[in-house]
């Protein structure tokens, strides 16, 4: 059964921290996204990479970097957390069907 | 840029049918998806179509395609509380590239 696996369901962090969200994939996909979800403004693609050591900004990539390692691993980086990056972040592989993992719900105080 | 839209909501009785439209504006769109998210979940593929299709049937799902219009639509039939969901479309190019998505449709079930 194919698995996109995050780290972490739930963190809370405060302004200014770092904070590393991991995303792993079993299905040795070349393509790994980060998304973030908000309340009315859908799905909106962070960064994304093609292969490893690859990054290509998405639509809203202000804020955040990633590191690609390792094909099975694709991490979200914010250098200084503020509060309005408390939101749903979404990691996603594919290589044809799209497949999401549950989701990190990140709340800066 | 591309761009994605459906409506935020719909309500239906259950036992009804449902129908969730969608429009986009890429017209080099390849591939159309709908997925489907359960509270507290991450999104699920529930089907696609591609652009060279016009219809696509999976059970209690029908998934309709005018290209001309650049419009898709779900239908659900008889739909049941277990239906209940936020419902997204989303497009892409081919397959590797990311997708674009709606905001999402959220389907209320009405018993």
């Given at each position: 059964?194919?698995?996109v ?5 739930y963190?809370?962090k ?6 590393f ?7 040795d ?25 690859m ?55 | ?10 309500s239906?009785?259950e036992g ?19 997925y ?10 529930l ?8 219809m ?8 309709l395609?005018n ?18 969901a ?26």
């Amino acid at each position: 059964d194919v698995k996109v696996t995050q780290s972490s369901r739930y963190l809370v962090k405060r302004t200014g921290e770092k904070v590393f969200l991991e995303c792993v994939q079993d299905m040795d996909h070349e393509n790994m996204f980060w998304y973030r979800q908000d309340p009315g403004l859908g799905l909106r693609l962070i960064y994304f990479s093609y292969d490893v050591k690859m990054k290509e900004k998405g639509d809203i990539p202000e804020g955040y970097s990633v590191s690609r390692e390792k094909k099975e691993r694709f991490s979200l980086i914010l250098e200084s957390a503020s509060t309005n990056q408390t939101s749903m972040y979404l990691c996603a592989s594919r290589q044809g069907e799209l497949f999401f993992g549950e989701g990190s719900r990140l709340t800066v105080l | 840029g591309e761009d994605v839209e459906q409506s935020l909501f719909l309500s239906v009785r259950e036992g009804d049918s449902s129908v969730i439209n969608c429009t986009y504006t890429d017209s080099s769109s390849t591939y159309l998806y709908w997925y489907k998210q359960e509270p507290g979940a991450g999104l699920q593929l529930l089907t696609y179509i591609f652009s060279n299709m016009d219809m696509k049937q999976d059970q209690r799902l029908t998934v309709l395609l005018n290209k001309k219009d650049k419009h898709l639509s779900l239908r659900i039939a008889d739909t049941q509380t277990g239906d209940s969901a936020i419902y997204f479309c989303a497009e892409s190019f081919s397959g590797n590239t990311p997708l674009v998505f709606g905001k999402g449709t959220r389907l209320s079930v009405i018993a």
